[in-house]
Structures are given as structure tokens and as C-alpha cells.
């Protein structure tokens, strides 16, 4: 059987614009036309912070939640120990305070698309942009330090497609 897993990456929260890491479950609101994108999916999936879709088939999945900053969540790029900073950008088994690394986020990532059963056929993942970066890193079986040589824009759609193996058909389109 085929199955395709399409995702939709969520718009970025205004405070990412201005440098500051979001508060745990901080996301945007879902633009109105996102909707049209998402009715035909055989199964939706989404964090559990995300607001809910009012759609039968949505169903909110831990594994699907962005990096837990920790001690970092609401702050400002330019308020970190610059020597933090610097390792949490060099090496992807650093974490913040109390979050989780990157490698450790890939690693959940990794085991909840390998564990993804064969059915249904068609299933829709709208998430954070590291969240489809990582289902992609995981996908073609790479490491955690891919995660930052990969660009998923907000409000792009990547989908790969199961046969025996997941492989990646569509990474980063800009939604129709």
C-alpha cells in the first residue's frame, strides 16, 4: 500500500520575528485559507497546544510539538549567554535549561513517523516548521545536525510518500 504524508508548515509567531524564542505551545493563528488545504486529508494531525481545527478527522499528536526551549522560552536571542548561544548553534546534543536539544527533538520526530501505521493512506501533519524540517531529516535517515542545513518556510507544504520506504516527493512548496 501507498501512503503520502503531507505537511503543512505553520506561519511563524511574531515574537520569532523579533528574536525572542515563543513561550511552550506559543503558535499563530491558522490563516483562513490554510482550511482549504487541510478538508481533503484522510486523517490531520497536530501538536496539542495548536488551536483546534473543528474537523472530524484532527487529531492532536504529542510527538508533533516543537523544541522545548526550557529556561528559554520568552527570551531574547540577545539576552542568552552568548557562549550558550553559540554551543546551542554548533552542537545539535546541546538543549537550553531544561529543554530538549535538537538531536533529542529529531529522535522523537524519527521514532513517531517510523512508528506511523500503513493506514490511512492519506494523512496531513500541520505542525512548526522544525517539526517538518525534522519528519524530513528523519525521512532520509540523516542526523541531527542536518536540521540546521535544511529551510522549511512557513505556509509550504512537503510530502513524502511510504511504499516500502518514506521518501521525500515535495519539500518546502509554496501552498497553492
Do not use: Y
Not at 526551549?69 to 520568552?74: F, R, T
Not at 531574547?76 to 552568548?82: A, E, G, M, Q, Y
Not at 513517531?112 to 500541520?126: D, G, K, S
Amino acid at each position: 500500500m501507498n501512503q503520502t504524508l503531507t505537511c503543512i508548515a505553520l506561519p511563524v509567531p511574531a515574537c520569532v520575528r523579533r528574536g525572542v524564542f515563543p513561550m511552550h505551545g506559543e503558535t499563530c493563528p491558522l490563516p483562513a485559507s490554510l482550511a482549504r488545504h487541510i478538508l481533503d486529508a484522510g486523517q490531520i494531525l497536530f501538536p496539542p497546544t495548536m488551536p483546534v481545527f473543528g474537523t472530524d478527522p484532527a487529531t492532536p499528536e504529542p510527538a508533533l510539538h516543537a523544541p522545548d526551549m526550557g529556561a528559554w522560552a520568552g527570551q531574547s536571542l540577545k539576552d542568552l549567554p552568548p557562549a550558550d548561544l553559540a554551543r546551542w548553534i554548533a552542537d545539535a546534543g546541546f538543549a537550553p535549561p531544561g529543554g530538549e536539544s535538537r538531536a533529542a527533538h529529531l529522535h522523537r520526530v524519527a521514532r513517531w513517523l517510523e512508528t506511523l501505521p500503513p493506514t490511512p493512506a492519506r494523512i496531513m501533519v500541520v505542525a512548526d516548521t522544525t517539526v517538518v524540517r525534522a519528519i524530513v531529516v528523519a525521512a532520509l535517515g540523516g542526523t541531527a545536525s542536518m536540521l540546521s542545513r535544511l529551510d522549511i518556510a512557513p505556509l509550504t507544504r512537503t510530502c513524502l510518500t511510504r511504499h516500502a520506504a518514506w521518501r521525500v516527493a515535495v519539500c518546502g512548496a509554496p501552498l497553492p
